[in-house]
């Protein structure tokens, strides 16, 4: 599990029961006049009904179920994707190019898989980037589309909330009463409340998280195909090795590399 998004759900949370209570200073019917189910129903509701109209069913859909990624802990991590393109350019530089095909066949992340079986099959250098390339761009384009459903929902939130809070002054102003203005107004804006939190406390942060995920891989993704075509050149694995390294910041190129086994995983 990603504790990062664990802690600050966690810490959000706690934060905003925190500050009801102290608001309230304890008394109950204060802290129960910041419940109210049909601002939560018209907020949430109303949001969904907007991506609906919005977005392409099946979008929607994926949109909405890409929220349980950023619980997932990344797998893209740098040290690993450069020792196993080094492993796989030792294995070619010590057996031959076709030597990788039995190797590719066992790979678990299937865009380096494509990439191997592709020099493999002796395909032209710039087809192969192409190829990769392509596909890189249209896993950007889906996860792109499932974070834009956040945005929107963020989007949407707030102005749900104020067509809430609207509707709440409306029936105040119908029924004007001095002793019950304090308690109309305040139920009235509590509608702004929910739309704000599911705005900034979950869609906004998820649309970020789902970003930067999607960074990270996209990131591995190009040092694949680096890698796969400096494979391809037939370049020396050390060469390799800080050609890749270039990508990422010196404070993880120290935690890449090692002695010649760690480097030669595909051995």
Not at 181 to 203: F, K
Request: with cysteine.
């Amino acid at each position: 599990m990603e504790l990062g998004s664990i802690i600050g759900l966690v810490v959000g949370l706690v934060m905003l029961l925190v500050t009801i209570l102290l608001s309230a200073s304890g008394d109950a019917s204060l802290m129960l006049a910041f419940v109210d189910p049909a601002s939560v129903a018209l907020v949430v509701g109303g949001s969904l009904a907007s991506l609906m109209i919005g977005f392409p069913m099946p979008q929607f859909v994926a949109g909405l179920k890409s929220a349980k990624l950023i619980f997932q802990v990344s797998n893209s991590d740098p040290a690993s994707a450069i020792n196993e393109i080094i492993g796989l350019a030792n294995l070619a530089r010590r057996e031959g190019i076709l030597s990788l095909e039995e190797k590719a066949q066992s790979m678990e992340n299937k865009f380096l898989q494509k990439g191997i079986m592709l020099i493999v099959d002796g395909t032209d250098p710039d087809l192969v980037r192409s190829i990769l390339d392509t596909e890189i761009t249209y896993i950007e384009a889906r996860h792109g589309a499932s974070k834009e459903v956040w945005d929107k929902f963020a989007s949407f939130a707030p102005a749900w909330g104020m067509m809430g809070t609207t509707i709440g002054l409306i029936l105040m102003l119908q029924d004007l009463d001095p002793d019950t203005l304090g308690p109309m107004m305040a139920m009235a804006l509590i509608t702004t409340l929910y739309g704000v939190i599911v705005a900034n406390y979950i869609c906004t942060p998820i649309a970020n998280k789902l970003n930067v995920k999607n960074s990270e891989e996209m990131l591995i993704k190009e040092v694949f195909v680096e890698g796969i075509l400096s494979i391809q050149a037939g370049e020396n694995p050390r060469i390799i090795e800080e050609k890749l390294k270039s990508f990422f910041s010196p404070a993880l190129r120290s935690k890449i590399g090692g002695d010649d086994d760690s480097r030669g995983g595909g051995e």
